[in-house]
């Protein structure tokens, strides 16, 4: 059973700066990619940005130049970094671990930490 529990949301003013981490722990096989992705209510669940299990990453134009996401050497932990952030940033974030080959596809998710941007 692959766990995974994101933490690191909260709110804040435009401009400012949060930093998300994704703990997964468990076999993940063959599903050594992980992701974030954004959800805002009664919007689908829109990937914000993911990394292979190789490092290799992939931004969301959206947020290309002001988030970063990173991983551990391990890959047990990722990281979404956000700068700038805007209102429109404003959504529940969850973590995915699922399979990288010509697109994202996510097999397993997080809970969820909300992130709100505003003045």
């Known amino acids: 059973q692959v766990q995974l529990v994101e933490s690191g949301g909260g709110w804040v003013q435009p401009g400012q700066s949060l930093k998300l981490s994704c703990s997964i722990s468990g076999n993940r096989g063959q599903d050594t990619a992980s992701a974030w992705y954004r959800q805002v209510p009664g919007k689908e669940r829109d990937l914000v940005a993911a990394i292979t299990g190789l490092g290799a990453t992939r931004h969301e134009p959206a947020v290309k130049g002001r988030f970063t996401i990173s991983k551990d050497d391990g890959g047990n932990t990722v990281f979404l970094w956000m700068n700038d952030l805007k209102p429109e940033d404003t959504g529940m974030y969850y973590c995915?671990?699922?399979?990288?080959?010509?697109?994202?596809?996510?097999?397993?998710w997080g809970q969820g930490t909300q992130v709100t941007v505003s003045s």
């Open positions: 995915s671990a699922g399979q990288y080959k010509v697109f994202y596809e996510p097999t397993y």
